[in-house]
Structures are given as C-alpha cells and as structure tokens.
C-alpha cells in the first residue's frame, strides 16, 4: 500500500510552547489529508481535513487558531499545536487519501504528544 | 453528519473460532467503508474495505458484509490466531476527493488460546 510517514513519532514538550508535527506521502500526491486525535482506549477523531494550497477545514469544536494546519504541497501537510497545555497530550494521527478520486486512505505512523 | 456505531466494544474468543464485529451507519448516501486494525500504540491499517455497490468481500480469514438497506455492516474473521488480537475500527464515508471518514468506537479483539 500507499507511504505515509509521521515525524517525530514521539515529543515531550513544556507548556506554552508549540509543537510541529509533520505528515508526508511518500510515493504518491495527496491533496487531501486529515488530521485526527486519539485519546487513550478511544476513537479516531477527526480534528481537521488539510487541503492542499487552500485553508484546512476544521471539525466542530476544534480550534482552528490553536491546531494550526498547512499543506503547502502534495507531499506535505503540518500541524502545530500552539501554545500547548497538558489537556492536549494524545495520540495525533494522520492520513492521506491515494489519488483524487480513489477512496482507499492510509495513516502515517502517529506522534505521541505529551506535554508537561 | 454521519454517526457510525460499533459493537461489541470487547470480544474475547478461542484461537481458531470465528469473530464477528457490527457496525451501523446513519447518512444512506454513505458509499465507502472500510476497516481498520489497530495494534496498540500503532498505525491503523487497512484490512478491508467495501463499497456499497457490492454486498459482500473477501480477502481469506476476513470478509465483510454490508446491508445498504439496513444500513450496517459486518466485520468476519474465521479461524482466529493471537495475531489478530487488536482493536479493530469500522468506518463508513461518502467517498469522493475529499470526503472524510467517520470512525466506529472500536472493538478490543483478544484471542486466546
């Protein structure tokens, strides 16, 4: 199946500080990626739909100027937490659809986000 | 939007009997569901998937089943082995360049031996 990586799988950061994590499709061009959160023992939940060279769109509830998302190419997308506090330690997750109009969606490795 | 149910949301069988996961989904224009395992701590991974133009997949231990009408679907893994101990997630979507998808509560596959 289709690449997608996620750096840095794991991060330890202090609060009040911003954190960037990356998604990369590595074999094939993805227009759309999505960002999601994993909380322990729970669901993927979807935080945001990156669109390459456009604005992302944001779930309800999810703050758009504090989990900023860029995806300023077809192999990347980025999210940056700012102004992290403890509440925003999870599992973030992302994934990339293969193709523009395929369905087939793939997931990077996830990053561990724990912030102390 | 939509709203996927998941159950059970634990299911411990016997290496070798078979497991059986449900979903239901709410929007009828969904048209895409796939599954996923998930191992703790680790990317899901796709292990099927169906589109609602066809009722029923099969890839060798699992198949999937699907039920437009009634809109749910299943998850079928016969022959069970410790490695398929996992969580499992459904997921239904209404397919598209740019439709996400909508993920079940998942269930906690353990098999024993």
């Known amino acids: 199946g289709a690449v997608v990586s996620q750096h840095p799988s794991w991060v330890i950061c202090k609060s009040g500080t911003s954190v960037k994590i990356e998604c990369r499709s590595l074999?094939?061009?993805?227009?759309?990626m999505f960002w999601y959160r994993q909380f322990p023992k729970q669901s993927l939940m979807l935080m945001a739909t990156?669109?390459?060279?456009?604005?992302?769109?944001?779930e309800q509830g999810v703050e758009k100027d504090k989990f900023l998302i860029n995806h300023a190419s077809l192999t990347l997308s980025t999210l940056t937490v700012t102004s992290a506090h403890p509440e925003d330690s999870s599992f973030y997750i992302c994934?990339?659809?293969?193709?523009?109009?395929?369905?087939?969606?793939?997931f990077g490795e996830g990053s561990w986000l724990t912030v102390v | 939007g939509e709203n996927v149910e998941q159950h059970p949301s634990t299911l411990s069988v016997q290496e070798g009997d078979s497991a059986v996961i449900k979903c239901t989904y709410s929007?009828?224009?969904?048209?895409?569901f796939p599954w996923y395992k998930q191992e703790l701590g680790k990317r899901p991974q796709l292990i099927i998937d169906?589109?609602?133009?066809?009722g029923e997949k099969k890839d060798q231990r699992i198949a999937v089943t699907l039920n437009k009408t009634a809109k749910h679907f299943s998850l079928h893994i016969t022959e069970t082995q410790p490695e398929d101990s996992a969580v499992y997630f459904c997921?239904?979507?209404?397919?598209?360049?740019?439709?996400?998808?909508?993920f079940g509560t998942g269930t906690r596959l353990q098999v024993t031996l």
């Open positions: 997921a239904a979507s209404l397919g598209g360049t740019a439709s996400k998808l909508t």
């Open positions: 990156s669109n390459e060279g456009s604005k992302a769109t944001y």
């Open positions: 074999d094939f061009q993805a227009t759309t």
């Open positions: 994934s990339a659809r293969v193709g523009h109009s395929g369905n087939t969606i793939y």
């Open positions: 169906i589109r609602s133009n066809v």
């Open positions: 929007d009828s224009a969904s048209n895409y």
